[in-house]
């Protein structure tokens, strides 16, 4: 058995804890270049299309695909109800409260995420970091704050985009393949979805999830080992705890808005 120097440990939780809280002062000097992007919304509108645009073919994809599965499990499981009817309802309630946002957040990680931390890995082994600091120019605020800011504001259309989609999907599987009455397919989703409890909880949880994702991947990028080894592993960090971080926050999110 294998005994640790209460050195070791007491080592190991201070350079975790001094790691925490590097993280969270980069969050908090993130938050507060809002102001700068304002007045330069050229840069994040740049990568707006950078993560949003190039994200759309797989989010929509998957979003069809999620509709259709969604719409046939569905149909058979009210079938034994009798409430067959009510499938409209079940799509559009599982996509914009739940599905929509999680499983976005999840595809925008491995798609954007990975990006950029590659790209900002990249930079920092080209010493690209360091020439700006040496031109007094802050790296935070010219290259991290556009594409954190860009990714808070592509995720929520990005969500909207995945659960439109998804409900086209389920329509498409419900009153065409099926043969479920239209009428009763939209107005039961429109009568049971509410605006602000249903889409508005869904929107929030997507800035939280674009805000989670796109601040893991930049930091991890901005931390990474300026070697190909480096940039690799901090690109596979990510994505493991972006991933993770979503699925927990998704339920925590859960229990706020709709156990009060």
């Not at 950029?116 to 802050?138: F, H, P, R, S, Y």
């Not at 935070?140 to 659960?163: C, D, E, H, K, T």
Request: proline share 3%; with cysteine.
């Amino acid at each position: 058995m294998t005994w640790y120097k209460p050195a070791d440990v007491g080592f190991a939780v201070r350079s975790k804890l001094a790691s925490w809280g590097y993280a969270a002062r980069l969050l908090v000097r993130l938050l507060g270049t809002l102001g700068a992007c304002v007045r330069r919304f050229a840069l994040v509108r740049d990568q707006v299309h950078f993560l949003g645009n190039y994200s759309l073919t797989i989010i929509g994809v998957s979003g069809l695909f999620v509709g259709l599965v969604l719409a046939l499990q569905g149909y058979y499981t009210l079938a034994r109800y009798g409430s067959t009817e009510a499938l409209g309802l079940l799509v559009a309630l599982s996509l914009v409260r739940e599905l929509g946002p999680v499983v976005t957040a999840l595809l925008f990680a491995g798609r954007a995420g990975t990006s950029l931390t590659a790209e900002i890995g990249l930079m920092k082994a080209g010493e690209q970091l360091a020439a700006m600091e040496m031109m007094a120019v802050d790296p935070v605020q010219r290259i991290l704050a556009p594409r954190f800011w860009a990714g808070v504001i592509a995720m929520p259309l990005l969500a909207a985009v995945f659960s439109a989609v998804g409900i086209i999907g389920g329509w498409a599987v419900g009153v065409l393949m099926i043969g479920v009455d239209p009428g009763a397919f939209w107005s039961q989703m429109q009568g049971g979805v509410d605006v602000w409890r249903d889409v508005g909880n869904g929107v929030v949880k997507s800035f939280v999830f674009g805000l989670t994702v796109s601040f893991v991947a930049l930091l991890q990028g901005y931390e990474a080992q300026p070697t190909p080894e480096g940039v690799s592993r901090a690109t596979t960090r990510t994505v493991v705890m972006a991933s993770l971080a979503v699925l927990a926050l998704d339920f925590i999110l859960t229990a706020l808005m709709f156990s009060i």
